[in-house]
């Protein structure tokens, strides 16, 4: 590593939170979790040089790492008068892109004959979902017909993935491992029953040189980007894990209530902490509407081009005008116009 910058490398369950990579300690890398003992490592005086270069040690499926990371670096108090960062959040190590082309390079070395189980540590369910998307593009852009998954503590373990695999008629299962570390062959389950069974492991993705080697350029390139344009990485790092996660869309007419912790009707106004008066000018399709929980004025346009307000609350999801009234010669009928959540609810006729 470089002698005038002081590297990190901050891992999570890829790295089983660092026991993967404590070889890196002898080259003079710090090796740590996130949180507390990320903190610890950048906020204390410590031995070497000032600036020190924070690198997330993932391989694309924890981008919850990078904005931890980057979430702690923002709490580290600055010194006085220095215009130098006390750290630097680097690029993290990898991405999937990355880890797909690394798993791809070891597929091609395994025989297309063998099944490949590719396997990696547990996270969160998302970390784990995108372990089979991983999985699945190896196998889509190669040329083994059976590629499964497993976790280390996680389900399925590794030992029920090369269950999985044998039972689907493969007699040599080769582990990918997905990680830092690569885990060890579980036993041929009911060996007595596959004699010609093999299970073996193909070693992790990135090899020990290649892997200081892709250190030293993350370190580099923020170095560099520091240099030239004052960015000390954390912004971006706070947003890495704003994409992974939940996020969802409601289709055309559904919703529900996101805003009001009651589900009692009422038909009267009420009161809450920030008013909510307001309008739609939409038109909803013949039998549909949707439910806002509050009371409001809807502008509805008819086939006659004019338009006047109907007071109604949306607790009935199907609600339909009634044939009481006529669009085309129209007469005057009662309004019911609420106004404000602090405001008096007014009638006339």
């Not at 971006?236 to 529900?256: F, S």
Request: glycine share 10%; charged share 25%; hydrophobic share 35%.
């Amino acid at each position: 590593m470089q002698d005038d910058c002081r590297v990190v490398a901050v891992c999570g369950h890829e790295t089983a939170y660092g026991e993967a990579l404590r070889d890196l300690e002898a080259l003079g890398v710090v090796v740590v979790s996130s949180g507390r003992e990320l903190y610890r490592a950048v906020a204390g005086p410590g031995p070497g040089p000032e600036q020190l270069c924070v690198v997330p040690m993932t391989l694309g499926r924890d981008p919850r790492l990078v904005a931890d990371s980057a979430r702690t670096l923002r709490a580290l108090p600055t010194g006085e008068g220095s215009r130098k960062p006390r750290a630097l959040l680097a690029e993290p190590f990898g991405t999937t892109t990355h880890l797909i082309a690394w798993l791809r390079a070891a597929a091609r070395r395994v025989p297309v004959t063998s099944a490949l189980l590719v396997t990696a540590p547990a996270g969160d369910p998302f970390d784990d979902a995108e372990l089979y998307r991983v999985a699945s593009l190896v196998q889509r852009n190669g040329h083994h017909c059976l590629v499964e998954v497993a976790f280390t503590g996680g389900e399925p373990d590794t030992a029920e993935g090369v269950r999985r695999c044998l039972l689907l008629g493969a007699d040599r299962v080769v582990l990918l491992p997905a990680a830092f570390a690569a885990p060890e062959a579980p036993p041929v389950p009911d060996a007595a029953d596959r004699p010609g069974a093999r299970i073996e492991c193909a070693g992790p993705p990135v090899s020990r040189a290649a892997l200081t080697r892709v250190l030293a350029e993350r370190v580099a390139d923020a170095r560099r980007r520091w240099n030239e344009r004052a960015d000390d990485g954390i912004t971006a790092g706070l947003a890495a894990a704003d994409d992974h996660g939940h996020g969802h869309t409601h289709p055309p007419g559904e919703g529900h209530d996101h805003g009001h912790g009651h589900d009692h009707e009422h038909d009267h106004a009420h009161t809450h902490d920030q008013a909510h008066d307001h309008e739609h000018d939409h038109a909803h399709p013949p039998g549909e509407g949707h439910e806002h929980g509050h009371a409001h004025s809807h502008m509805h346009r008819h086939p006659s081009g004019e338009e006047h307000e109907h007071p109604h609350s949306h607790r009935d999801p199907h609600h339909h005008h009634h044939d009481d009234h006529s669009h085309s010669n129209p007469r005057p009928h009662p309004h019911v116009i609420v106004e404000g959540a602090d405001r008096a609810v007014r009638s006339s006729v």
